[in-house]
């Protein structure tokens, strides 16, 4: 997750030339992004004190070392090999508003590189799309922000 703080900017110059630092994530404020339809007991994309990497234009890059499990609605009884299915992960910060955390993708797809492809060798990855949903309530003036991401895999059977 890459994100920018205004209040992490600093003028390389100023400090020999430093353009990079890396402090503990229990030092630095982390969003509370969430997958909306997690399947496990999961409390966010926090994963204990790993550090943060901070550039001097204010970006924090964080990688928290976790492995995210979501439902994906499927009916069983009538699945046969070659049907694809549509799967949705839904991340979104569970009390920010977009005034304070706008959720944006880097990218339309998602990467496949770090999938587990052997945690369930039923299911072949097809393709992927980012949608990006801003919603407005009657309670709040600031907008509520989520990234869909839409995920179609194959049956591919035992």
């Known amino acids: 997750m890459t994100a920018r703080d205004g209040q992490?900017?600093?003028?390389?110059?100023?400090?020999?030339?430093?353009?990079?630092?890396?402090?503990?994530?229990?030092?630095?404020?982390?969003?509370?992004?969430?997958?909306?339809?997690?399947?496990?007991?999961f409390h966010g994309l926090h994963s204990g004190d790993i550090n943060m990497v901070i550039t001097y234009d204010g970006f924090v890059f964080y990688a928290p070392p976790v492995k995210i499990h979501s439902y994906c609605k499927v009916n069983y009884a009538k699945l046969k090999q070659g049907n694809v299915v549509t799967c949705k992960l839904t991340f979104l910060s569970w009390t920010y508003g977009g005034d304070v955390i706008n959720l944006l993708s880097n990218n339309d797809a998602i990467t496949t590189s770090d999938f587990d492809t052997h945690f369930n060798p039923q299911w072949q990855y097809v393709t992927s799309n980012?949608?990006?949903?801003?919603k407005y309530y009657a309670c709040c003036v600031e907008p509520y922000i989520k990234l869909k991401y839409v995920i179609k895999l194959r049956y591919v059977g035992n």
């Open 130 to 134: 980012v949608e990006r949903d801003v």
């Open 8 to 41: 992490l900017v600093w003028n390389p110059a100023l400090y020999d030339g430093l353009e990079m630092i890396r402090l503990p994530s229990e030092q630095v404020w982390q969003p509370d992004i969430m997958l909306e339809n997690n399947a496990n007991q």
